[in-house]
């Protein structure tokens, strides 16, 4: 196959992509190159420059009228996400709660307060230098787990905020959100504290904040988890505590 004919695959993929998630022209991905080298092909394609065609403020506006899967008709408010421009940390949870989709906004609710005091344990905040998302972006009924088609649908919003914030790691909360976002069906307590990589991207899971006021006895763990993740940050970003 000529690197023309790869280009040209990648572009209708590209396009066909788009078209799912109700994008015009996303723009998230970075200019590709191909070889005419079969072995080449081997590792990722090389990035040229990233074109940030789209804003949060645009992102936020798709999310808010998407109708990808059977969440949003239940919803009050789409949660997009919020937090600061190029974070050190983007948190990664599972899915809005009733508290989320009353209001629009990431963890504000019990356990959105925990949330907040475990990121305030190492240094993050996230007025100061963090992003926070999920998986899905509506709330699923009575709080369930996202099913893997809904996941699916709100796949490419998440993929584009990451590539527009471009977080220095992320740290994953609970079972959903680091399957998803590994592509692995291993359960938390095989994934937790250790780093892992997303595409480059430094990445630790913990238990999600919820399944700490139900279990005390996770918190423990979870504070080691922590301490893993705080660690590594110190290496990508010596004075972040300052």
């Not at 209001?103 to 356990?111: D, I």
């Not at 959903?176 to 291993?186: H, I, P, R, Y």
Request: charged share 25%; aromatic share 6%; net charge neutral.
């Amino acid at each position: 196959m000529t690197s023309q004919e790869k280009a040209d695959i990648y572009s209708f993929l590209k396009a066909a992509s788009s078209a799912v998630l109700g994008f015009e022209d996303t723009g998230f991905s970075s200019e590709i190159t191909f070889s005419d080298d079969p072995a080449m092909d081997k590792n990722p394609p090389v990035e040229t420059r990233a074109r940030e065609r789209i804003s949060l403020d645009t992102l936020y506006g798709k999310i808010r009228s998407c109708r990808n899967c059977q969440l949003h008709a239940g919803r009050t408010n789409a949660v997009p996400g919020e937090g600061v421009q190029n974070p050190l940390v983007m948190v990664i949870g599972e899915g809005p709660g009733e508290d989320e989709d009353k209001t629009g906004r990431p963890f504000v609710g019990k356990a959105g307060q925990l949330l907040d005091k475990m990121l305030s344990a190492i240094s993050l905040d996230r007025n100061k230098n963090c992003y926070i998302a999920n998986i899905v972006k509506c709330r699923p009924p009575n709080n369930r787990t996202p099913f893997p088609e809904e996941a699916e649908s709100c796949s490419g919003y998440l993929q584009a905020q990451i590539h527009i914030l471009k977080p220095k790691a992320i740290l994953a909360m609970g079972r959903t959100a680091v399957q998803n976002l590994m592509k692995t069906d291993e359960g938390i307590n095989a994934l937790r504290g250790k780093i892992l990589d997303l595409n480059g991207i430094p990445l630790l899971a913990t238990y999600h904040p919820s399944a700490l006021l139900r279990n005390v006895d996770l918190k423990r763990p979870a504070w080691n988890d922590l301490k893993v993740f705080r660690e590594k940050l110190l290496t990508i970003c010596p004075d972040y505590e300052k």
